[in-house]
């Protein structure tokens, strides 16, 4: 296990999710997700969220070494980061549609799977960057 990969690959992690969604979230369609009730807090807990990130941030960058077994390492890590993202979208996406009033529920689906997929790409690239082709338990 190599701590300083597992490390830095988590904090790439929660700073490219971050970035790309707080602007997604917050600016550019806060308005269309509070208007189809996907928000259910007058504010959110950023805490809370950034704790969310971290944690699978540490989780991926953990698994991911078990997963990569060779080849370009950019397009392994953006597999199993989609990989991982299903997962991820099933709760974000299909669980909170189902918990929650959302209306209309397919565009809320639709705009959480474009973002968690360019949110899951971003990131598997620069995991795959990260661990590169060495594939040592270290």
Not at 20 to 37: R, T
């Amino acid at each position: 296990m190599n701590v300083k990969k597992i490390v830095l690959a988590s904090i790439s992690y929660v700073l490219i999710t971050m970035a790309i969604a707080y602007p997604w979230h917050m600016v550019w369609f806060h308005d269309l997700y509070e208007g189809m009730g996907a928000y259910t807090r007058p504010e959110p807990s950023i805490p809370l969220g950034m704790l969310s990130m971290l944690v699978q941030g540490v989780v991926i960058a953990y698994l991911y070494p078990t997963f990569y077994k060779g080849g370009n390492p950019i397009i392994q890590g953006i597999k199993f980061s989609i990989i991982i993202g299903a997962i991820v979208y099933s709760v974000m996406g299909f669980a909170m549609g189902a918990k929650i009033d959302i209306n209309p529920v397919s565009t809320y689906l639709l705009y959480n799977l474009i973002f968690q997929f360019i949110q899951f790409v971003s990131t598997g690239a620069i995991l795959g960057l990260i661990y590169g082709k060495v594939n040592q338990k270290t």
